[in-house]
């Protein structure tokens, strides 16, 4: 089915032979062809034993070898060995200067990966294999080497050329053409290259850091998106200052560089010194972006900031170690939002993407622990259990160890290892080593995949106080291994009282406990935990701040859930009770939608929340939403999307038939009218009214749809502005939707922002026979297949819309195999991720399998990227 379909394997790691001490790039954009002269300083390293002269750098195959030298001499064919992804010279001595000079055509890559030109600007991705793309080179992480990077090109259209570092010098050239050099002062692996040409404008600022350096920083954009670079650099700036705080981080450079482009293939990329960003991921302003986009940018500007240390002065030896500087990573920038804004409200976000995306992962034929053991395309491993599970992982480190000793072991991670690639095992051990905690037992998960269930039951004593607590762990098997260890984890929990107060906790062998909220080390399969002197039942509050990513099966009745949901304390257990309650209910609805009314209790549950003029508004929204369909599929055994779909939207016209009056009223109570405010609090009220005007909406009321279309006229800010056209647009009446998407598309279609909101309102709205429209917007104007934004926006949109993906005809299936197919030669990235939802078949209906796995079969037959091969391989191997 493919060319490629080598396995590299963990296991089989060796130190690289060679260390390239400095490496000079002398790079000259042409319109035909990128010349590209690399300068390497080599020498054998002492740490490598292995009994060869061989010098091995890696190469793509778009590179046109045109010389090579070694101390001077050029080198003749029988001296080295070029073979498609190799450059192999004999005969290597100790140390020597090797030159190389190729030839490269970076627009005509459309894979995105390396050199590459977005719009009229050249600009770089290459984490994690893209810089031998650009030159051949020790391509992997542990090869550290400083950079000093010479960039030409024409001066008219490239009057910004930038690089990793400082710049140390520039000039004119003959024929129009300028020049400026770049030097690096760190050393770092070439996965942190880059480097940027294009008509830029900048945004300047700056931070003086806690040691009372001055660094410039700058964000360069097209000329048309100047207005759109504040909140960036205020994130910037608050990063900055908070890893400072929090783990004592300084910024290392005088200056730090954003660049935005509109081809990303993700979100940003950390390169030290000049980080570049997907338009989308770093540009707002509240006329185009929602309050949800603000806070994605700010979490993905500290990310990126925040691998300053967590990845770029501490770096991976591997890629098997991704979620060393990953999940280390998504920890640290969701601590920042947490403390930044509302810490609740974050844990419930976090965990929502984990549990709809991360346990699917987890439970399907690409599962694979963080620390995966082998791969065929790194590029699938970029994926929501190194990143999402991986700051789990982190957490729980975290919540192991207590606030003082992880930043004790953060210190000495950062310490020990600074200027070093190493691994998740030297993570974990400055944490063991820093805190005395023993953490041997919790690498496990490190290398067992699967998301665990624990089995919580409880026995109450009346007559000894005696309250006993049996925890059971288990793990179903998953692809690379069928029997699982015991994890060790955290287990924070407290006792409430009928009043909801916690209960002092003395625990039978220990004593009294200095807090009210335990956190129990579980580390066997089973055990049990005895409580003394409870002086009645008590109502326990399981899985706290949700500090372990498990699923947590305990038999509460639906009274303690309506007891903890109005009086939990920990807001996370608080909101998850709500849940809990309002998944059962759905399963109701599930099962006779039509006619489905609401139980009283839950109206009561709700009415209360809506009412609550005390709460963050931003938790009464979390309180009353449903979860989505992905979610709610999360909890199903067989899922059949129809269902969901069908008990989901009975459910919500429930809701909105019995709390018409109180939706109504906190819709008003919280529909701001001064002028627009982006406070936390200002930001809850717009989320919780939207909240309540989608209910209202559910009941197909002309009031509520004039109140969504006056909201839509007023254009006040795109929160509102989307939060109405979705609403409308989700109307089954296209009378309704066509004329306001037209006139949307006339207001923005300049902005390939706001266009992509529009392509992913049309596809992912919850309404049936969505393909043809999608299919007929893929011919329009603003669509480019090579434009990853756009695809997401579009194809990736209808994929999350179930009831279509999904449809019974298999018409999604084969359309999204269409598209994997066409995409595959463009970009094998983005098709491999299109590829994912289509090898998760095994929950869905039998029908829905075959169907799947007949697409899956069908793209089996062509000829596929490494990417795209292994997603299907593994998902039919699964079959
Ligand atoms: N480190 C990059 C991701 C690179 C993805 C390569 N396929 C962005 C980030 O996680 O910060
Ligand atoms: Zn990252």
């Given at each position: 089915m493919t060319k490629n379909t080598q396995v590299i394997y963990l296991k089989d790691?060796?130190?690289?032979?060679?260390?390239?001490?400095?490496?000079?790039?002398?790079?000259?954009?042409?319109?035909?062809?990128?010349?590209?002269?690399?300068?390497?300083?080599?020498?054998?390293?002492?740490a490598s034993d292995a009994d060869t002269s061989e010098l091995v750098l890696q190469g793509g195959s778009g590179i046109k070898l045109q010389e090579v030298m070694m101390n001077g001499l050029i080198l003749d064919d029988?001296?080295?060995?070029?073979?498609?992804?190799?450059?192999?010279?004999?005969?290597?001595?100790?140390?020597?200067?090797l030159t190389t000079q190729c030839l490269i055509q970076p627009q005509l890559n459309t894979t995105l990966e390396g050199l590459y030109k977005s719009g009229g600007m050249y600009c770089t991705q290459c984490e994690a294999q893209g810089f031998r793309n650009i030159t051949y080179y020790l391509d992997r992480p542990d090869a550290l080497s400083i950079f000093t990077t010479r960039i030409s090109a024409d001066k008219e259209r490239y009057p910004i050329l930038l690089a990793n570092g400082n710049p140390v010098e520039q000039g004119e050239l003959d024929n129009g053409e300028h020049f400026a050099v770049w030097h690096d002062p760190f050393p770092k692996p070439a996965y942190l290259f880059a480097m940027v040409a294009g008509d830029l404008?900048?945004?300047?600022?700056?931070?003086?850091?806690?040691?009372?350096?001055?660094?410039?920083?700058?964000?360069?954009?097209?000329?048309?998106?100047?207005?759109?670079?504040d909140h960036a650099l205020a994130s910037l700036k608050r990063s900055m200052l908070w890893d400072e705080k929090v783990y004592g981080r300084e910024y290392d450079l005088d200056l730090f560089m954003i660049v935005a482009v509109d081809d990303f293939n993700m979100g940003a990329m950390e390169n030290k010194g000049l980080n570049i960003f997907n338009s989308d991921c770093v540009l707002a302003d509240p006329a185009t972006s929602s309050d949800a986009m603000f806070e994605r940018i700010e979490g993905i500007v500290a990310h990126e900031y925040f691998h300053n240390w967590s990845?770029?002065?501490?770096?991976?030896?591997?890629?098997?170690?991704?979620?060393?500087?990953?999940?280390?990573?998504?920890?640290?920038?969701?601590?920042?939002t947490a403390d930044t804004y509302s810490a609740a409200v974050k844990r419930i976000d976090d965990v929502t993407v984990l549990r709809t995306h991360q346990f699917a992962e987890d439970a399907g034929p690409m599962a694979h622990p963080i620390r995966p053991a082998s791969y065929i395309e790194i590029n699938n491993f970029y994926s929501v259990t190194v990143y999402e599970k991986g700051a789990e992982v982190v957490g729980m480190i975290h919540t192991l160890l207590g606030d003082e000793l992880f930043r004790k072991g953060s210190d000495l991670y950062f310490d020990r290892h600074d200027g070093q690639a190493v691994t998740t095992d030297d993570f974990i051990a400055a944490m063991s080593d820093a805190s005395g905690v023993d953490l041997n037992q919790f690498t496990r998960w490190y290398s067992q995949a699967g998301t665990p269930t624990l089995t919580v039951t409880d026995v109450y004593d009346a007559a000894c106080h005696e309250y006993r607590l049996t925890v059971e762990q288990s793990t179903p098997a998953t692809p690379e291994c069928q029997l699982k260890q015991p994890?060790?984890?955290?287990?924070?929990?407290?006792?409430?009282?009928?009043?909801?107060?916690?209960?002092?906790?003395?625990?039978?062998?220990?004593?009294?406990?200095?807090?009210?909220?335990?956190?129990?080390?579980?580390?066997?399969?089973?055990?049990?935990?005895?409580?003394?002197?409870?002086?009645?039942?008590?109502?326990?509050s399981l899985l706290r701040g949700f500090c372990a990513p498990v699923k947590l099966d305990y038999g509460y009745t639906q009274a303690q859930l309506l007891f903890l949901a109005s009086k939990d304390t920990d807001g996370f257990c608080r909101w998850e009770a709500c849940q809990r309650l309002l998944i059962d209910a759905v399963a109701q609805a599930m099962l006779k939608p039509v006619g489905y009314q609401l139980e009283l209790e839950l109206v009561t549950m709700l009415r209360s929340s809506l009412v609550d003029e005390t709460l963050d508004p931003a938790m009464v929204a979390k309180l009353v939403q449903l979860p989505s369909e992905a979610y709610l599929a999360e909890n199903q055994s067989t899922v059949d999307v129809d269902l969901i779909h069908a008990?989901?939207?009975?459910?919500?016209?429930?809701?909105?038939?019995?709390?018409?009056?109180?939706?109504?009223?906190?819709?008003?109570?919280?529909?701001?009218?001064?002028?627009?405010?982006?406070?936390?609090?200002?930001?809850g009220k717009r989320a919780l009214k939207n909240t309540c005007l989608s209910y209202l909406n559910s009941l197909d009321d002309f009031n509520y749809q004039a109140i969504a279309q006056v909201q839509y006229d007023l254009q006040a800010n795109m929160t509102d502005v989307g939060a109405a056209l979705q609403i409308l647009t989700g109307h089954k009446?296209?009378?309704?939707?066509?004329?306001?998407?037209?006139d949307f598309y006339q207001r923005w279609q300049h902005d390939s922002q706001v266009v992509c909101q529009w392509f992913a309102m049309q596809a992912g709205a919850n309404l049936p026979g969505r393909l043809t429209h999608v299919k007929a917007l893929l011919e329009h104007d603003a669509f480019d297949i090579r434009n990853p934004n756009k695809v997401r926006s579009l194809v990736g949109s209808f994929i999350r819309s179930a009831i279509n993906f999904h449809c019974a005809d298999g018409s999604g299936y084969e359309f999204v195999a269409d598209m994997i197919?066409?995409?595959?030669?463009?970009?094998?990235m983005i098709a491999a991720n299109l590829a994912k939802p289509l090898g998760r078949f095994k929950p869905h209906t039998i029908h829905r399998q075959e169907l799947m796995q007949a697409q899956l079969h069908r793209l089996s037959q062509a000829k596929l990227s490494s990417d795209v091969y292994e997603v299907v391989s593994k998902a039919l191997a699964a079959s």
């Open positions: 790691y060796q130190v690289p032979v060679f260390i390239i001490e400095t490496t000079d790039l002398d790079i000259r954009i042409g319109d035909e062809y990128t010349s590209v002269v690399a300068r390497l300083k080599v020498s054998r390293n002492p029988s001296d080295y060995d070029l073979e498609d992804a190799a450059l192999s010279i004999y005969q290597c001595p100790e140390t020597f200067e404008v900048r945004q300047d600022d700056v931070f003086t850091t806690m040691s009372g350096r001055k660094v410039d920083l700058q964000i360069f954009v097209e000329a048309h998106n100047s207005h759109k670079c990845g770029n002065r501490v770096t991976c030896r591997d890629w098997f170690q991704l979620s060393l500087k990953e999940g280390f990573t998504v920890y640290r920038d969701s601590q920042y994890f060790h984890l955290p287990l924070r929990m407290a006792l409430l009282d009928v009043n909801g107060v916690q209960m002092p906790l003395t625990l039978k062998n220990v004593g009294l406990l200095p807090n009210k909220d335990v956190v129990l080390n579980i580390t066997k399969a089973s055990e049990t935990f005895v409580f003394e002197g409870v002086t009645h039942e008590p109502v326990p008990g989901r939207e009975a459910m919500r016209v429930a809701i909105a038939q019995a709390l018409e009056s109180q939706l109504l009223d906190c819709y008003q109570r919280n529909h701001d009218t001064g002028p627009f405010s982006q406070t936390g609090n200002a930001i009446n296209s009378d309704i939707s066509a004329p306001l998407l037209a197919l066409r995409l595959d030669p463009i970009n094998p």
